[in-house]
């Protein structure tokens, strides 16, 4: 299984971006699929996932009311819109995603991962 995130870039501060994360030698739909984000001199936080099916949702509280996590079955693809960005928001951007036997929690146990997408939001 291979992901790639694309979307990223360069945004001012209040600016939007879309993430985007698709997937090969996998359907998206049945797995957790998550966004985590690593900020210069910081580990690795989750800040949202969707849980297979779309069955429900997870926002770190950092990102909540900003950023809205999304799926497209057809194109096996799930997003992630950031708005509201701020330049605590640079970071770079990683799609991960869980296959059975799944986490305790959404963003738990993740199997695959992209190799992210580089976000800088200036001020």
């Known amino acids: 299984v291979q992901l790639v995130e694309s979307g990223g870039g360069l945004a001012q501060t209040g600016g939007s971006l879309r993430l985007s994360c698709t997937a090969s030698?996998?359907?998206?739909?049945?797995?957790?699929v998550g966004w985590f984000r690593q900020r210069p001199g910081s580990e690795r936080e989750g800040i949202s996932c969707i849980t297979r099916r779309g069955g429900g949702f997870y926002y770190a509280n950092s990102v909540k009311g900003r950023f809205t996590i999304s799926s497209d079955t057809a194109k096996n693809m799930v997003y992630l819109q950031m708005n509201n960005l701020t330049p605590e928001d640079t970071a770079t951007y990683f799609c991960a995603a869980d296959a059975p036997p799944y986490g305790l929690g959404c963003l738990d146990g993740m199997d695959y991962w992209g190799r992210g997408t580089q976000v800088t939001v200036s001020s």
């Open positions: 030698g996998a359907t998206l739909d049945g797995l957790n």
